[in-house]
């Protein structure tokens, strides 16, 4: 029972999320990158049975492993680690940032200068994801608002109030970027604008920001998680740079499990 290997009590499984998230291509590719992992399967269905999978594992003190990222509420939940990565493929510290459509800071210069402004840090994100556990997103971030006007003035600091000038902000449905986007959206409402909020995969998000359909976006995250997206789409977007420093993704496992490297998996 005891020589029983990680490998074989998850049946070779790694948990994963939305087939069209970033983290799902990276994972693929850590399974190709960690030589013989080629026998592993990469479930992928959704956020919310990932962390249903994770929650009922730990609770049975079970072996799992899950693509997980941070800021999430996953570790102030539970006692996890990210497993070593020591080929990269999932990057080292991720970036969060912003990118607007061409000639948005002609047409909408003063929602442009609100959003090339904003940028917060983890913690403030993350304040705003525990409080949507309890209520929803726009009245998490209108809280979020409320107690940190010094922030969101610095934002809005010298910019006139307009009336009603729509704006088109295009998010991942994921609960980092409902958080950014809602605070945007409360930002940009408390100057008049008119904000609407759409939810897409990754790699729709970089198409409607170089189409030009949507006016901008606080979602990509770089330059592991959307490289690839980022390149697929580069010239035909602004970037105005990041919004927030020090996320991350990866393998996540139970800190009870006696495992530490990707490499590990291999056995
Ligand atoms: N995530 C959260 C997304 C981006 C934000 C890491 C799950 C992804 O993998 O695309």
């Known amino acids: 029972e005891n020589d029983t ?10 948990t994963g999320i939305e087939p069209g998230a ?21 479930d992928k269905s959704s956020t919310a049975a990932m962390l249903t999978s994770l929650d009922n594992a730990i609770k049975d003190k079970e072996p799992i492993i899950v693509a997980g990222w941070s800021p999430h509420f996953m570790f102030a939940k539970w006692d996890l680690k990210y497993l070593e990565d020591p080929k990269g493929v999932y990057g080292k510290v991720e970036r969060i940032q912003t990118i607007a459509r061409k000639g948005l800071k002609e047409d909408k210069p003063k929602a ?7 940028h917060w840090d983890p913690a403030d994100m993350e304040s705003v994801m525990l409080d949507a556990q309890n209520m929803d997103f726009d009245e998490a971030a209108q809280k979020w608002v409320d107690t940190n006007q010094e922030k969101v003035k610095e934002w809005t600091k010298g910019i ?7 704006v088109e902000l295009v998010l991942t449905p994921w609960d980092t970027e409902r958080s950014s986007a809602n605070v945007a959206k409360v930002v940009l409402e408390s100057k ?22 949507g006016d901008a976006s606080l979602a990509p995250w770089m330059p592991a998680t959307h490289g690839a997206f980022y390149e697929d789409y580069e010239g035909e977007f ?13 393998l996540v496992v139970p800190s009870y499990m006696d495992i530490e490297s990707i490499e590990d998996l291999k056995s």
């Open 238 to 250: 602004e970037d105005l740079g990041e919004n927030l420093k020090g996320a991350k993704i990866g």
């Open 192 to 213: 008049g604008f008119d904000v609407t909020l759409t939810a897409v995969s990754p790699s729709i998000m970089f198409k409607a920001i170089a189409s030009g359909d």
């Open 160 to 166: 006139e109030s307009v009336d009603g000038t729509p």
């Open 5 to 14: 290997s990680i490998g074989e009590k998850i049946e070779y499984t790694i």
């Open 22 to 42: 970033g983290i799902t291509e990276a994972t693929d590719n850590a399974l190709e990158e960690y030589g013989n992992l080629a026998g592993w399967e990469h």
């Open 112 to 118: 442009y200068k609100i959003l090339d402004r904003f």
